[in-house]
Nanobody, 116 residues
Framework: QVQLVESGGGLVQAGGSLRLSCAAS????????MGWYRQAPGKQRELVAR???????NYADSVKGRFTGSRDNAKGTLYLQMDSLKPEDTAVYYC??????????WGKGTLVTVSS
């Protein structure tokens, strides 16, 4: 079992920055890839950034060059540095953990609001 708790969301003006954190607990050494997803009102949940255990990262095209994901495997933490934020980045951001042979684990989400 893995539990995920996100933090760091809030209200920021366009062009500003935020840093999201996700703390994993439980059987953290069973986690393979971790990722950030987001869901805006009326839209489907979408991938923002996904980081494998060895550090390979892929990003959604919409955030490339603005967002940077990182993780600390030993601590079971995941981060998302978000720069040059835009109003269209407004969404609930969810932390995700992939464990082989089980359904993905999800946090409850943290709200990011970017004002214009």
């Amino acid at each position: 079992q893995v539990q995920l708790v996100e933090s760091g969301g809030g209200l920021v003006q366009a062009g500003g920055s935020l840093r999201l954190s996700c703390a994993a607990s439980g059987n953290i050494f069973s986690i393979d890839a971790m990722g950030w997803y987001r869901q805006a009102p009326g839209k489907q949940r979408e991938l923002v950034a996904r980081i494998t255990r060895n550090g390979n990262t892929n990003y959604a095209d919409s955030v490339k060059g603005r967002f940077t994901g990182s993780r600390d495997n030993a601590k079971g933490t995941l981060y998302l540095q978000m720069d040059s934020l835009k109003p269209e980045d407004t969404a609930v951001y969810y932390c995700n953990a992939e464990v082989f042979g089980t359904p993905n684990y999800w946090g409850k989400g943290t709200l990011v609001t970017v004002s214009s």
